[in-house]
């Protein structure tokens, strides 16, 4: 079962335009991480959060993690074709024993020329 | 190469047969991980390893066997393919602990005729 919902499930934007990507979790979370994957290829680590109100920024892609912990936010800032591809937020759940990873069903973005 | 590889990256098979995939690291990563990727259920953990000669189980583990003599060599064994095992497995590692920062090979597509 999913328990960290991404949203949307797919996102068409036009080239230039900003973007949200969502993941939100019922639980408090240990620690949030960001990935893309392009067709045929493995997932790529983007970045990791794990502090409350956390921010972290790498060339025009935002994350934050929320204060709860327990949503993260992912933005682009003028959107190229070399974002395009799935991205997928994994968490740790706070309480969880084993701190094993659980993951979103994954964002496919297309960007429009 | 430095990094983790997995073979074959694409595999066709019958059922019923014996199936084994590869996955190989460099970097010395005490911990590795199989997934298994599928449209509707995102990315789901068959099984992980903490360490050589530690395994345990994941979310999906069975029709699935694992074994680490090594730490960097991490191979999954399907011993009787069925259908329902037709994915894309990827194969990760981490550092030192389950919620450190996993690391993806590129996948294997595995189709079970």
């Known amino acids: 079962s999913q328990e960290l919902e991404q949203s949307p499930q797919s996102l068409i934007v036009q080239e230039g335009k900003n973007l949200t990507i969502n993941c939100t979790s019922s639980k408090t979370l240990y620690g949030l991480y960001w990935y893309k994957q392009k067709y045929g290829e493995g997932l790529i680590f983007l970045m990791m959060l794990q502090k409350g109100g956390e921010e972290k920024s790498h060339e025009k892609i935002t994350a934050k993690l929320d204060e709860k912990k327990q949503q993260s936010s992912l933005h682009i800032t003028a959107s190229q074709p070399s974002h395009a591809g799935i991205y997928l937020c994994?968490?740790?759940?706070?309480?969880?024993?084993?701190?094993?990873?659980?993951w979103g069903a994954g964002t496919k973005l297309i960007i429009k020329p | 190469d430095a990094g983790i590889t997995q073979s074959p990256r694409y595999k066709i098979t019958e059922t019923g047969r014996q199936v084994t995939l590869m996955c190989h690291q460099t970097?010395?990563?005490?911990?590795m991980f199989w997934y298994r990727q599928d449209l509707g259920h995102g990315l789901r953990l068959i099984y992980y390893?903490?360490?050589?000669?530690?395994?345990d189980k994941g979310e999906v583990p069975d029709g699935y066997v694992v074994s680490r003599s090594k730490t960097e060599n991490f191979p999954l064994t399907l011993e009787s393919a069925t259908r329902s095992q037709t994915s894309v497995y990827f194969c990760a590692s981490s550092e030192s602990h389950s919620a450190d920062t996993q690391y993806f090979g590129p996948g294997t597509r595995l189709t079970v005729l």
């Open positions: 970097w010395s990563h005490s911990y």
């Open positions: 390893s903490a360490a050589a000669d530690i395994t």
């Open positions: 994994g968490a740790v759940p706070f309480m969880d024993s084993n701190y094993q990873l659980i």
